[in-house]
């Protein structure tokens, strides 16, 4: 059986999905849902404040709370694998894998994973989808001295990032956001039309790991995501 607040939050998804809420509906409030579904307030605040994290509702102070834009939302604040962040909102993930292969790494890869130009490196490209529909095409270069065993993982039951946060936990990242034309390759991928824009991530991995010194740590990884702009919305909740 589902906790009663991932109840609540089933029930808000398919209200949504169904149209019966739509971006800017107002959403009950928590007494209202406590009442609903025989519950805590304490539980309908959880269900709420969880879908204001996710980007699925919003929070007017003092008004209510709102369906917020249609499109799911990824956090810009924190790490998270696109499977946990797809399984949270009540969706299916599927993903499709392109590329599974050990490649020699060019110039430009080499400087971004800090081996040596030429040295074999894993190379991955995976779109991953929610409910049936692609949101992330993730083209990623990966260390092997950190997960040699990189190519034999199955990938359709956990993504890279997770099996490489398990080795090489993670202790620093570098991240940028830019709006970019999808190129034909990657738009076909997605099911989107040429020239479409996407919102692309470039992010590089750190680990400090077991003997590594101090500091930032050695280079894991480097993932270049592109999510189309009309699927996804990247954003967070701060509170000061």
């Not at 059986?1 to 149209?19: C, F, H, N, S, W």
């Not at 970019?180 to 738009?187: L, S, T, W, Y």
């Not at 479409?196 to 470039?202: G, H, I, M, S, Y």
Request: charged fraction near 25%; charge should be negative; glycine fraction near 6%.
């Amino acid at each position: 059986m589902q906790p009663r607040y991932r109840v609540i939050k089933t029930a808000i998804l398919d209200a949504i999905e169904t149209g019966a809420m739509k971006p800017g509906s107002q959403v009950p409030s928590e007494n209202q849902l406590a009442q609903q579904h025989g519950v805590s307030r304490m539980t309908a605040r959880r269900a709420l404040s969880e879908m204001v994290d996710e980007g699925i509702l919003m929070r007017s102070q003092g008004i209510g709370t709102f369906v917020s834009d249609s499109r799911p939302m990824s956090s810009m604040l924190e790490i998270k694998s696109i499977r946990d962040e797809i399984e949270l909102r009540g969706h299916r993930y599927t993903n499709e894998i392109l590329v599974l292969e050990t490649s020699p790494a060019s110039d430009a890869i080499s400087q971004r994973l800090a081996v040596d130009a030429g040295e074999p490196v894993f190379h991955s490209i995976i779109v991953h989808c929610e409910n049936n529909l692609p949101v992330q095409y993730e083209d990623r270069w990966v260390n092997p001295a950190w997960i040699d065993d990189y190519l034999d993982k199955d990938f359709k039951a956990q993504t890279a990032n997770f099996y490489l946060n398990q080795v090489a936990p993670l202790s620093q990242a570098d991240h940028s956001v830019e709006a970019v034309i999808a190129e034909k390759d990657i738009a076909q991928a997605l099911l989107i039309k040429p020239k479409e824009p996407c919102l692309k991530v470039t992010r590089r991995t750190f680990s400090r790991g077991q003997g590594v010194a101090t500091g930032a740590g050695a280079v894991v990884s480097y993932a270049v995501l592109y999510h189309p702009g009309s699927r996804y919305r990247l954003g967070g909740h701060l509170e000061f």
